[in-house]
């Protein structure tokens, strides 16, 4: 299967895709949402917004209440170059709903690292924090929406947690991973969140096939 299609392993990618003029190519002048959800790995997503902002990217990031906990929202905000939303109040004032104009004109949308908690959500229809809320908004017939798991090996393995995956899938969301590794709970095993590297190379083939 093609990294373009909803697998589940990012498995190898190529190096060419992160050339800094490829990299500029596929991204210069996009818009890309990137959600930022509650799990240690939040600390690779700094790469991530780094890389694409640095490709011409135009990046907004949203944070729920626990990726903030992790990493500050000043930073992304210095990274990105742009405001970072961490409620699903503000700008209630505009005539337009801020979840709405945000998920309007995406070329891309991603979160990363996505939790547990944040795939139940999606998978349930629950858009309960600004993350879930911005994407419950994207006309994901034009729009990829790609999600980078997160996750303790025994939550990845959990009934729940396989169920939530596969419905996702068939509803057109599009996996990133998770892989094996050295995790934070001091176990080696499957849920560690893609290398920054792969995501953004699985970000340029979506972008490339459409």
């Not at 060419?16 to 490829?22: F, I, K, S, T, V």
């Not at 135009?58 to 930073?75: L, N, R, S, Y």
């Not at 034009?142 to 068939?170: D, G, H, I, S, Y």
Request: charged content about 20%; some cysteine; overall charge neutral.
């Amino acid at each position: 299967m093609s990294q373009t299609s909803n697998r589940l392993d990012a498995g190898p990618f190529n190096p060419g895709l992160l050339d800094p003029a490829n990299l500029r190519e596929r991204f210069d002048g996009r818009r890309i949402f990137v959600g930022v959800t509650g799990g240690i790995a939040a600390y690779k997503t700094c790469t991530i917004v780094s890389r694409l902002a640095q490709a011409g990217a135009e990046v907004t990031v949203a944070m729920t209440d626990a990726a903030t906990k992790f990493i500050g929202p000043i930073t992304f905000q210095a990274l990105s170059g742009r405001h970072v939303y961490t409620s699903c109040w503000e700008h209630v004032e505009s005539k337009d709903p801020q979840h709405v104009s945000l998920a309007t004109g995406l070329d891309a949308a991603l979160v990363a690292p996505c939790t547990m908690a944040c795939l139940g959500r999606l998978a349930g229809g629950v858009p309960e924090d600004v993350v879930t809320l911005i994407l419950s908004a994207v006309d994901m017939r034009k729009t990829p929406v790609l999600l980078a798991p997160a996750m303790n090996a025994q939550m990845w393995a959990q009934p729940a947690t396989r169920r939530n995956v596969r419905q996702l899938t068939e509803d057109g969301f599009h996996f990133v991973g998770p892989g094996e590794g050295w995790q934070a709970c001091r176990h080696v095993g499957a849920g560690r969140m893609s290398e920054p590297e792969q995501i953004v190379a699985a970000l340029c083939e979506h972008l490339a096939s459409r």
